[in-house]
């Protein structure tokens, strides 16, 4: 008969996960992700390569009314560009963010 700690050595053995490779997984994660930025990186570039496409296409039909346009889109950038800083302004405030920032406004 066997000794009680050789026995519970044994029987916890058997629960013990298979021994991994750290280095093999490392590399097959390396890999996967190589992979899944070229995959990325193509399929931007394509996007941006028919953008480019019909942006230089439709350049002559849309040059004067932009050019007619341009103070008006000016304006419309900055007061984009505003709304946005407030926001992260907002969100980055150091006792919870906008919600707790607007629920006290609420509250009065």
Excluded at 32 to 53: K, Q, W, Y
Excluded at 57 to 72: Q, T
Aim: glycine share 6%.
């Amino acid at each position: 008969m066997t000794d009680p700690e050789t026995r519970l050595a044994e029987l916890w053995s058997l629960d013990e996960p298979p021994a991994r490779d750290p280095v093999f997984v490392g590399a097959v994660v390396a890999r996967i992700e190589a992979r899944r930025l070229l995959s990325t990186v193509l399929e931007r570039a394509a996007m941006a390569a028919a953008a480019l496409a019909v942006a230089w296409a439709a350049w002559p039909f849309v040059a004067h009314d932009l050019i007619r346009a341009g103070p008006l889109l000016a304006v419309a950038g900055a007061l984009g560009l505003a709304v946005w800083s407030v926001d992260v302004t907002l969100e980055r405030l150091p006792l919870g963010g906008y919600e707790d920032f607007t629920r006290d406004f609420a509250s009065d």
